[in-house]
């Protein structure tokens, strides 16, 4: 939509639900592609957690500002209690591609091309937080095959 400017009132409560929930779940993904013990678990989310701020802190466009502010108070995270790590990758990546087309249907180019390079930028920074692999810490990769294949997927979702 070129030359249009989104912001919350462009969207369904549902769409805008699904802003709030897409970066934790992007995020979440990669998280299930490669399980990399507690301490993993901790420094991915720590580092999910720490794009969120700084990404949402240098926002440009109104929409990525307003969902900024939105995410201060109402940030939301996907129920995952019994789903197995393919039912996470499955749900998220369906949840990044309605999001692409939301985004292409009611956002500038602007605007999509930025939401869309802040979420890879947070999944990249999650499958770089922790090395994979290897024992007490000692040899593993920093980013997983399966990492890869993961941040592959979200990037052809968003498309």
């Given at each position: 939509m ?8 462009n ?6 639900d699904?802003?709030?929930?897409v ?5 979440i ?8 013990g ?5 420094k ?13 802190a ?5 929409l ?24 996470i990758r ?5 949840a ?6 939301i ?10 091309a930025e ?9 990249r ?28 997927q979200?990037?052809?979702a968003?498309?």
């Amino acid at each position: 939509m070129i030359g249009m400017v989104a912001n919350k009132s462009n969207f369904s409560i549902e769409e805008w639900d699904l802003f709030r929930k897409v970066p934790m779940l992007t995020g979440i993904i990669v998280m299930a592609a490669a399980p990399s013990g507690p301490l993993g678990v901790f420094k991915e989310s720590a580092a999910a957690a720490e794009m969120l701020r700084e990404g949402l802190a240098s926002a440009q466009t109104e929409l990525m500002q307003v969902l900024a502010e939105d995410l201060k108070t109402n940030l939301s995270v996907h129920k995952l209690e019994s789903e197995s790590p393919d039912q996470i990758r499955a749900a998220g990546l369906a949840a990044l591609r309605e999001l692409g087309n939301i985004l292409r249907a009611k956002a500038s180019e602007e605007e999509t091309a930025e939401f869309k390079s802040w979420l890879i930028a947070l999944a990249r920074r999650v499958a770089e937080a922790s090395h994979e692999g290897g024992f007490l810490g000692f040899g593993g990769v920093q980013v997983s095959e399966a990492e890869v294949s993961a941040l592959d997927q979200i990037e052809i979702a968003l498309r």
